[in-house]
Nanobody
């Protein structure tokens, strides 16, 4: 069974920084794209940033220049460094990963989500 566990959320003042981590565990063969999404109260979940296994990245326009996504393939972990945080960044942040896992003598390809970590930015 594959799990994604996020950590690093919390309360920070505007202009501050936080670093989120997401570790994948279980019977993993390989991990392709990994990413971070967020959902604010009353809003739909939206993409924040994604990174391919090879390190190519893309970001939402609202976070470009402030957030940086990275990954450690050896640790099956993805990170999100968030700088210059603003109140509008307040949301639950979710980790997502496309994972090929061992299953029933073969492989299974599926999309996984973490449970989310709360980020609150005060003004």
């Amino acid at each position: 069974q594959v799990q994604l566990v996020e950590s690093g959320g919390g309360l920070v003042q505007a202009g501050g920084s936080l670093r989120l981590s997401c570790a994948a565990s279980g019977r993993i063969f390989s991990i392709n794209d990994m990413g971070w999404y967020r959902q604010a109260p009353g809003k739909q979940r939206e993409l924040v940033a994604r990174i391919t296994r090879g390190g190519s990245t893309n970001y939402a326009d609202s976070v470009k220049g402030r957030f940086t996504i990275s990954r450690d393939n050896a640790k099956n972990t993805v990170y999100l460094q968030m700088n210059s945080l603003q109140p509008e960044d307040t949301a639950v942040y979710y980790c997502n990963a496309a994972i090929l896992s061992y299953s029933n003598g073969g492989y299974a390809d599926a999309d996984y989500w973490g449970r989310g970590t709360q980020v609150t930015v005060s003004s």
